[in-house]
C-alpha cells in the first residue's frame, strides 16, 4: 500500500496568515493527489483534486502544487472558517490512502 | 443537487453484523463508482471497498475480505454495506463516497460527494 505522510501534524495560525501543509508519498503517484477539508463532527469536503484543480465554489486562497512525491497545501489570508483538520488523499493505487491529517488550530 | 443520505447510528454487540444504507440522488446513479471509507474515533480514514453501481462488480480491501459485502438496489439508487462478525476495532464512522475522475494533463480520481456520515458502536 501507499504510504501518505503529512507534515505538519499540528499548525497554530492567525486570521490573515498564510501557511503551507505538505504531503509525501512512499511512491511516484504522478497528479493523484487529492485534499479534503474536514470538520468536527462532518464529512470531509473535497477542496482540490489533481494536486492543483479547485473544486467548484471553494475559495481561491486555497492552493496546491507539486508532483511525484511531494505535494503541498497552502492556505493564504486564513480566515476563520478555515481552522479545522486537512487531509492529503492518493488515488494512484487501487487501495485509496489518506495522509494521517494536519490540525490547523488559531 | 447531488446527495448521499445514510442510515442512522447503529449500536451492535461483538460478533453482530451490520449493514448501512446510502442513498444517492441528484446525478446518473450508475455512472459513479461508490467507495465506502470508515474513520475510527480521532482517527484518519480507512478504505473498505467499491461498487460498481452499472453491474454491481466489488473490489475489497483485503483486510474485510470475508466479512464485507457491498450491494446495490438500482430501483432504488441505494448502496448497501453489511460487515461481519463486528469486533470493537470496528467501531467507527462510516461514509459513502462517490468517487469521480478528472482525465489529461492532470489526471486524478477523486471523491467528490460524501454522505453524511453513519457512527456504528461495537459493544458489548
Known amino acids: 500500500d501507499i504510504r501518505m505522510t503529512q507534515s505538519p501534524s499540528s499548525l497554530s495560525a492567525s486570521v490573515g496568515d498564510r501557511i503551507t501543509i505538505t504531503c509525501r508519498a512512499s511512491?511516484?503517484?504522478?497528479?493523484?493527489l487529492n485534499w479534503y477539508q474536514q470538520k468536527p463532527g462532518k464529512a470531509p469536503k473535497l477542496l482540490i483534486y489533481a494536486v492543483s484543480s479547485l473544486q467548484s465554489e471553494v475559495p481561491s486562497r486555497f492552493t496546491g502544487s507539486g508532483s511525484g512525491t511531494e505535494f503541498t497545501l497552502t492556505i493564504s489570508n486564513l480566515q476563520p472558517e478555515d481552522f479545522a483538520t486537512y487531509y492529503c488523499?492518493?488515488?494512484?493505487?487501487?487501495?485509496?490512502?489518506f495522509g494521517q491529517g494536519t490540525k490547523l488550530e488559531i | 443537487q447531488v446527495e448521499l443520505v445514510q442510515s442512522g447510528a447503529e449500536v451492535k454487540k461483538p460478533g453482530a453484523s451490520v449493514t448501512i444504507s446510502c442513498k444517492a440522488s441528484?446525478?446518473?446513479?450508475?455512472?459513479?463508482?461508490i467507495h465506502w471509507v470508515r474513520q475510527a474515533p480521532g482517527q484518519g480514514f480507512e478504505w473498505m471497498g467499491i461498487?460498481?453501481?452499472?453491474?454491481?462488480?466489488?473490489s475489497y480491501a483485503q483486510k474485510q475480505q470475508g466479512r464485507i459485502s457491498m450491494t446495490r438496489d438500482t430501483s432504488t439508487d441505494t448502496l448497501y454495506m453489511e460487515l461481519r462478525s463486528l469486533r470493537s476495532e470496528d467501531t467507527a464512522v462510516y461514509y459513502c463516497v462517490r468517487r469521480s475522475v478528472v482525465w489529461g494533463v492532470l489526471t486524478s480520481y477523486y471523491f467528490d460527494f460524501w454522505g453524511q456520515g453513519t457512527l456504528v458502536t461495537v459493544s458489548s
Open positions: 511512491l511516484n503517484i504522478r497528479t493523484y
Open positions: 488523499q492518493q488515488t494512484f493505487s487501487t487501495i485509496y490512502s
Open positions: 441528484g446525478y446518473n446513479f450508475t455512472t459513479y463508482p
Open positions: 461498487i460498481n453501481p452499472t453491474d454491481g462488480s466489488t
